[in-house]
């Protein structure tokens, strides 16, 4: 455990010494908040439900997404109970943090990253189906889950895991979308159904 431990404060220490800048400080807390509570993957997935050429990725991706963020949230993280980094860095380093954070004092437990296993169950079930728009879906997760660390409130471990759950669940959402034939029906308008 000590060992996770001085790997994670290792990454975040470097990240916070050698990356950190005025610069790259809002857009990674703009990408953040973007994904907090899956909300803004929510608003772009009900966006890509209109045109029908994405809608079967689009409904697939919303449901990985609230399925990640539920079992992440409400079972793993509870389970866990990690602390934030920020919270144990005292304890650890012997010493205050000598920066503050960029987003404020998240509340809630660190393991895993619900906004890095939502983004990534988003962008895996997007990818699998819609190639064009899964391949910025999938930037989009990456830098989330970097934002993630680089403002302080995740490990990296947590991020890491939030990723292979994320992915799980998307991978989980497309095999019972095609089972039960939801992504066929998605696609059906009503001019079909009268033609049949």
Request: proline share 4%; aromatic share 14%; net charge positive.
């Given at each position: ?5 001085g790997?994670?404060?290792?990454i975040?220490d470097f ?11 809002p857009?990674?807390t ?13 608003i772009?997935g ?6 029908r ?15 990640a ?14 602390p934030?980094?920020?919270i144990?860095?005292?304890a ?24 890095t296993?939502?983004s990534?169950?988003?962008?895996t079930a997007?990818f699998k ?7 910025i879906a999938?930037?989009?997760?990456c ?6 660390i ?6 990296p471990t ?5 990723m292979i759950?994320?992915?799980?669940f998307g ?20 001019k079909?159904k009268?033609?049949e």
């Amino acid at each position: 455990m000590d060992f996770i431990l001085g790997f994670d404060f290792g990454i975040l220490d470097f990240i916070a010494q050698n990356i950190r800048n005025d610069i790259l400080d809002p857009i990674m807390t703009g990408f953040s908040m973007f994904a907090d509570k899956g909300i803004g993957l929510l608003i772009l997935g009900l966006i890509l439900l209109i045109p029908r050429k994405t809608r079967p990725a689009a409904a697939t991706a919303i449901c990985a997404m609230a399925a990640a963020l539920l079992f992440g949230e409400y079972l793993i993280k509870i389970i866990a109970q990690r602390p934030r980094p920020f919270i144990t860095y005292e304890a650890y380093h012997g010493y205050l943090m000598p920066f503050a954070l960029n987003m404020g004092k998240a509340s809630g437990y660190s393991f895993p990253s619900g906004h890095t296993s939502a983004s990534f169950a988003f962008a895996t079930a997007m990818f699998k189906i819609n190639k064009k728009v899964g391949i910025i879906a999938v930037i989009i997760a990456c830098i989330v889950g970097f934002s993630r660390i680089y403002n302080y409130v995740h490990y990296p471990t947590d991020v890491f895991a939030g990723m292979i759950l994320g992915i799980a669940f998307g991978l989980l959402a497309i095999f019972l979308f095609k089972k039960f034939s939801i992504d066929d029906k998605l696609l059906k308008t009503k001019k079909n159904k009268v033609k049949e």
